[in-house]
């Protein structure tokens, strides 16, 4: 782990010649900037020779500093203040494949090492660490002291958030053949907790003791029935099957309430009676209520990298090699791509106006709303 004082650490506020990025072609100029680019900071150099560099870990914001932490595939985790200034760097053994939580002065985050570290958000020194001997690949979720976060290798595991001793662990057998690599989040609703994993089910488990309350396999028939997203509204739990489906379930039974037909579908999230799924060639809004249709956004080459987040009027969605995506949430049309180079496959995070955004190129970015 090495921490940088303050003191020593770069300030400087702008990045003269960078302008926003637009997709030449069908997509028309916007009526109104949506964003200015405050400045950037590279990170991570690229190799020679390197192929379609990939930095899918993402970023969290801590709200009481609005500082940036997230991770870098050099194994490195940063944390940077919004005038750029390094608050710490700690170092890991792999990349990462999922944002940090950060909770109570506490940055959680699951590393492609098999650990969750444990790391005191303003020194960086390490807490604690859990090796789960499995990779992970996405945010902890952190409830009523307890940590949850899923491996690639479909196990859900549960420790005690203060200490990272182990709780229970639910696991299950991964298919056989190819899989896709990816894995959803774990979610919390009440006293419950919804996993779902590479066989096409999803499975709602005690918070407690991780007993199956219910499972349920949910996913189409198909090649690849990867359940790599699930979101949850209070009400209806939503989850991306990759053989073609976005669904409703109810939480209490695991029950199907409506299913759309999404080829590739990925990553899925709710808001206002909403819900966004993002497949292999387009981006969709679904009523909430029966899955019926609302807009289709075409991806023009993207892919479902992390799961969209909205910002206002914009449903932002990071789809790797296609970039940003800035869409208006009301109408599906995509006015802005942000690609700064190698693309954007990673999870962006708001503090106010301000926007962090890691690049495929290993450059941090921060954009000011408009």
Same mark, same amino acid.
């Given at each position: 782990?090495?921490?940088?004082?303050?003191?020593?650490?770069? &300030?400087?506020?702008?990045?003269?010649?960078?302008?926003?990025?637009?997709?030449?072609?069908?997509?028309?100029?916007?009526?109104?900037?949506?964003?200015?680019?405050?400045?950037?900071?590279?990170?991570?150099?690229?190799?020679?020779?390197?192929?379609?560099?990939?930095?899918?870990?993402?970023?969290?914001?801590?709200?009481? !500093?609005?500082?940036?932490?997230?991770?870098?595939? +050099?194994?490195?985790?940063?944390?940077?203040?919004?005038?750029?200034?390094?608050?710490?760097?700690?170092? !890991?053994?792999?990349?990462?494949?999922?944002?940090? !939580?950060?909770?109570? &002065?506490?940055?959680?985050?699951?590393?492609?090492?098999?650990?969750?570290?444990?790391? +005191?958000?303003?020194?960086?020194?390490?807490?604690?660490?859990?090796?789960?001997?499995?990779?992970?690949?996405?945010?902890?979720?952190?409830?009523?002291?307890?940590?949850?976060?899923?491996?690639?290798?479909?196990? $859900?595991?549960?420790?005690?958030?203060?200490?990272?001793?182990?709780?229970?662990?639910?696991?299950?057998?991964?298919?056989?053949?190819?899989?896709?690599?990816?894995?959803?989040? $774990?979610?919390?609703?009440?006293?419950?907790?919804?996993?779902?994993?590479?066989?096409? !089910?999803?499975?709602?488990?005690?918070?407690?003791?991780?007993?199956?309350?219910?499972?349920?396999?949910?996913?189409?028939? &198909?090649?690849?029935?990867?359940?790599?997203?699930?979101?949850?509204?209070?009400?209806?739990?939503?989850?991306?099957?990759?053989?073609?489906?976005?669904?409703?379930? +109810?939480?209490?039974?695991?029950?199907?309430?409506?299913?759309?037909?999404?080829?590739?579908?990925?990553?899925?999230?709710?808001?206002?009676?909403?819900?966004?799924?993002?497949?292999?060639?387009?981006?969709?809004?679904?009523?909430?209520?029966?899955?019926?249709?609302?807009?289709?956004?075409?991806?023009?080459?993207?892919?479902?990298?992390?799961?969209?987040?909205?910002?206002?009027?914009?449903?932002? $969605?990071?789809?790797?090699?296609?970039?940003?995506?800035?869409?208006?949430?009301?109408?599906?049309?995509?006015?802005?791509?942000?690609?700064?180079?190698?693309?954007?496959?990673?999870?962006?995070?708001?503090?106010?106006?301000?926007?962090? $955004?890691?690049?495929?190129?290993? +450059?941090?970015?921060?954009?000011?709303?408009?």
């Amino acid at each position: 782990m090495l921490a940088l004082p303050l003191a020593l650490a770069l &300030g400087f506020s702008g990045a003269p010649g960078l302008t926003a990025y637009a997709v030449p072609g069908p997509l028309q100029p916007a009526p109104r900037a949506i964003y200015r680019i405050l400045w950037h900071r590279p990170l991570v150099p690229t190799e020679v020779l390197q192929y379609l560099p990939q930095e899918a870990g993402g970023v969290a914001v801590d709200e009481r !500093t609005g500082m940036a932490v997230f991770g870098t595939r +050099d194994g490195w985790l940063h944390a940077v203040l919004p005038n750029q200034a390094f608050v710490w760097e700690h170092r !890991t053994h792999a990349g990462f494949a999922g944002p940090p !939580t950060i909770r109570d &002065g506490v940055v959680y985050v699951g590393c492609r090492d098999g650990r969750i570290y444990a790391i +005191d958000a303003i020194t960086g020194k390490g807490l604690w660490l859990y090796d789960a001997r499995e990779e992970l690949g996405t945010r902890p979720l952190v409830h009523d002291g307890v940590l949850y976060i899923a491996s690639m290798q479909d196990t $859900v595991f549960a420790v005690d958030a203060k200490t990272g001793a182990w709780k229970w662990h639910h696991r299950r057998e991964g298919r056989p053949g190819f899989s896709i690599r990816g894995q959803a989040d $774990v979610i919390g609703g009440g006293d419950k907790v919804f996993g779902a994993f590479s066989d096409g !089910t999803v499975a709602a488990l005690d918070g407690a003791t991780g007993k199956p309350i219910w499972e349920r396999v949910v996913a189409p028939p &198909g090649d690849q029935t990867d359940v790599d997203g699930l979101a949850y509204d209070g009400t209806r739990l939503y989850a991306a099957a990759l053989s073609g489906a976005v669904l409703a379930l +109810d939480p209490k039974s695991g029950s199907q309430l409506w299913s759309a037909k999404l080829p590739g579908a990925g990553r899925v999230a709710a808001s206002n009676g909403v819900v966004y799924g993002v497949g292999n060639a387009s981006v969709v809004a679904l009523s909430a209520a029966d899955g019926g249709p609302i807009w289709t956004s075409p991806l023009d080459g993207g892919w479902p990298a992390a799961t969209p987040v909205l910002y206002g009027r914009w449903l932002v $969605v990071p789809s790797g090699d296609g970039g940003l995506r800035w869409i208006e949430a009301a109408s599906g049309r995509t006015v802005r791509v942000f690609d700064p180079g190698e693309g954007v496959s990673g999870q962006p995070a708001r503090a106010g106006r301000r926007v962090y $955004v890691l690049s495929n190129g290993g +450059d941090l970015f921060a954009l000011d709303l408009r």
